[in-house]
């Protein structure tokens, strides 16, 4: 079965410091891989998708950028975090090359808090 | 561009009451529907999807959904709630040909005992 992993699960970091994000999917092969950010009250909202190996799309101009130097992996970073940056950021998969009856799985989701 | 809407966005129930939350879209074409329930620090979890067939779809813990297209809603639903309900629940649409599902803003319940 499918898994997907992500971490840290917490992270307090100082504003003007870098941020790294990972996550790994088990199980699958050339999945589709989302980044979403979730503020309190404000839903849910996308950051980047990835439909393979380097190829990145941005949802939202930000001071934050993704990679992904695997097929299962999908990194989130950024050079210098703002206040605003805080929030519970979740990577999200699901089954590459379909487009009907696409499901999305969330990973467990990492808070940060920029201090 | 597909829109969602989830009219509710603070329920709050006692244990027993019935539960229904509202999910309504706006993309008239095909489309695949979801819900996710987030409870308290945690990650979004699957509830219940739909793709075809039986418009009625069932998921767990109880919980059942209802496509009706002519009213472009998947209102969510539950006979009697529990505590354990208390969570953030998401409506989701995925349009015809795209893998990326747009998101409602969420609905808070809360299920006092």
């Known amino acids: 079965s499918q898994t997907i992993h992500q971490w840290p699960a917490t992270l307090v970091q100082p504003v003007g410091s870098p941020l790294s994000l990972e996550c790994t999917v088990e199980g699958t092969s050339n999945p589709n891989l989302y980044w979403y950010r979730q503020a309190a009250g404000r839903g849910l909202q996308l950051l980047f998708y990835?439909?393979?190996?380097?190829?990145i799309s941005s949802e939202v101009p930000q001071n934050l950028s993704a990679s992904r130097p695997q097929d299962r992996q999908f990194i989130l970073s950024s050079k210098k975090l703002l206040l605003s940056d805080s929030g519970f950021y979740l990577c999200?998969?699901?089954?590459?090359?379909?487009?009907?009856?696409?499901?999305?799985?969330f990973g467990e989701g990492s808070w940060l808090t920029v201090v | 561009a597909q829109s969602v809407s989830q009219h509710n966005h603070h329920v709050i129930l006692s244990e027993a009451a019935s539960l229904e939350l509202g999910c309504n879209y706006s993309?008239?074409?095909?489309?695949?529907l979801f819900w996710y329930v987030q409870y308290p620090g945690q990650h979004l979890q699957l509830l219940l999807k739909y793709f075809s067939g039986d418009p009625l779809v069932k998921g767990i813990k109880g919980f059942e959904a209802e496509f009706i297209k002519s009213k472009f809603s998947f209102n969510l639903r539950k006979p009697s709630v529990q505590w354990s309900d208390t969570a953030e629940y998401f409506c989701a649409v995925l349009s015809g040909g795209s893998y990326i599902p747009t998101f409602g803003r969420g609905t808070s319940l809360i299920v006092h005992p």
């Open positions: 993309y008239g074409g095909t489309v695949n």
């Open positions: 999200a998969w699901s089954v590459g090359r379909q487009v009907s009856g696409n499901t999305i799985y």
């Open positions: 990835s439909v393979g190996i380097g190829q």
